[in-house]
């Protein structure tokens, strides 16, 4: 949801880039019905391991972990390499009726925009 969120919002600032240390292989549909219900379509998004990004000689200037265990299973980069915490819940772990789980998803799909526009302003879109 970070990843759709940097796009719509900061795309011509940024070049937004989203993995983790165990991905899925998938992003789950709780996610993408909480992204489209705000017009923003991750349906084409995959889940991608970090290793993916490191195999060329490009490191990314901030790494962004947005969930508590992210910190912990981040490979180490070189010093140049900012990294931000900012752990969000995971949603995937809710526990209730479908309801109540989607409604976690859109929780965290609105905190993730608020923690941006704090961070870097008021969006483009």
């Known amino acids: 949801m970070a990843e759709g969120w940097l796009r719509e919002l900061y795309d011509s600032r940024f070049a937004s880039l989203s993995a983790g240390a165990n991905p899925a292989g998938y992003v789950n549909q709780m996610a993408v019905e909480a992204m489209a219900e ?3 379509d991750i349906s084409g ?6 290793n993916e990004f490191l195999a060329d000689d490009t490191l990314p200037d901030i ?3 947005v969930c508590s265990t992210a910190d912990e299973n981040c490979p180490i980069f070189p010093a140049a390499v900012e990294r931000w915490q900012w752990p969000f ?4 772990y809710a526990e209730g009726t479908d309801d109540e789980k989607r409604d976690e998803f859109r929780r965290v ?3 993730i925009r608020a923690r941006l526009e704090q961070e870097f302003g008021t969006s483009e879109a």
């Open 109 to 111: 799909r609105d905190e």
């Open 38 to 40: 705000v017009g923003i």
């Open 63 to 65: 790494i962004i972990g």
């Open 89 to 92: 819940d995971d949603p995937y």
């Open 45 to 50: 998004q995959s889940s991608k391991h970090i």
